[in-house]
């Protein structure tokens, strides 16, 4: 059975923070790289961070130097630190496993951030 549960969204204004994290059960997190997808409004789901079981990082251009993904594999959990936020980060954020053949068919409910003065 794939879970998925994010958290840690909200409103925030130009240039601060959030943290966000993403509970996954363990039969998926210790299979897979995680990553975090973002929705923005009216837009396509985007992959904007990967973090590969051994620790190892790859970041979308739009968030490179600002997030940072992380995870903990003791608590099958993967984190995004998002800092000097804009805007344009506003999104529905949701954590997957990103395979060559495409994310799990399975989402979360996401968690919605929203970056605005």
């Known amino acids: 059975q794939v879970q998925l549960e994010e958290s840690g969204g909200g409103l925030v204004q130009p240039g601060g923070s959030l943290r966000l994290s993403c509970a996954a059960s363990?039969?998926?997190?210790?299979?897979?790289?995680m990553g975090w997808y973002r929705q923005p409004p009216g837009k396509q789901r985007e992959l904007v961070a990967i973090?590969?079981?051994?620790?190892?990082?790859n970041y979308a251009d739009s968030v490179k130097g600002r997030f940072t993904i992380s995870r903990n594999n003791a608590k099958n959990t993967v984190y995004l630190q998002m800092n000097s936020l804009k805007p344009e980060d506003t999104a529905v954020y949701y954590c997957?496993?990103?395979?060559?053949?495409?994310?799990?068919?399975?989402w979360g409910q996401g968690t919605l951030v929203t970056v605005s003065s």
């Open positions: 997957n496993a990103p395979r060559r053949e495409g994310p799990l068919d399975e």
């Open positions: 973090v590969t079981s051994g620790g190892i990082t």
């Open positions: 363990e039969n998926i997190f210790r299979i897979y790289a």
